[in-house]
Nanobody, 115 residues
Framework: QVQLVESGGGLVQAGGSLTLSCTGSGSIFKANVMGWYRQGPGKERELVASIGSGGNRYVVPSVRARFTIPRDNVKDTLYLQMNDLKSEDTAIYYC?????????WGQGTQVTVSS
């Protein structure tokens, strides 16, 4: 089963920074819009940010001033740079295409922000 692998999560104090990474087979990435999603405790999974293969980016307004979403098309790697983290950013973070495909969901990476 083809999956994406997320990494880089951890425990961080409020105001801190983390960079998440997502890798997978090139067929998932190439010429496709890729996105980061998150699921907080007791919440639905939601889109955080996305980026097209040409670099067009979308970041949801609630994190737009703090998160960026670079991608490396050579390495088939997606990143999520998170700054000034807040307790409400605590969630499991996943990557997938946008729109997501069920068969590509990985295990995610846990981000916990302590206040």
């Amino acid at each position: 089963q083809v999956q994406l692998v997320e990494s880089g999560g951890g425990l961080v104090q409020a105001g801190g920074s983390l960079t998440l990474s997502c890798t997978g087979s090139g067929s998932i990435f190439k010429a496709n819009v890729m996105g980061w999603y998150r699921q907080g405790p007791g919440k639905e999974r939601e889109l955080v940010a996305s980026i097209g293969s040409g670099g067009n980016r979308y970041v949801v307004p609630s994190v737009r001033a703090r998160f960026t979403i670079p991608r490396d098309n050579v390495k088939d790697t997606l990143y999520l740079q998170m700054n000034d983290l807040k307790s409400e950013d605590t969630a499991i973070y996943y990557c997938n295409r946008r729109p997501p495909r069920q068969e590509y969901w990985g295990q995610g990476t846990q981000v916990t922000v302590s206040s």
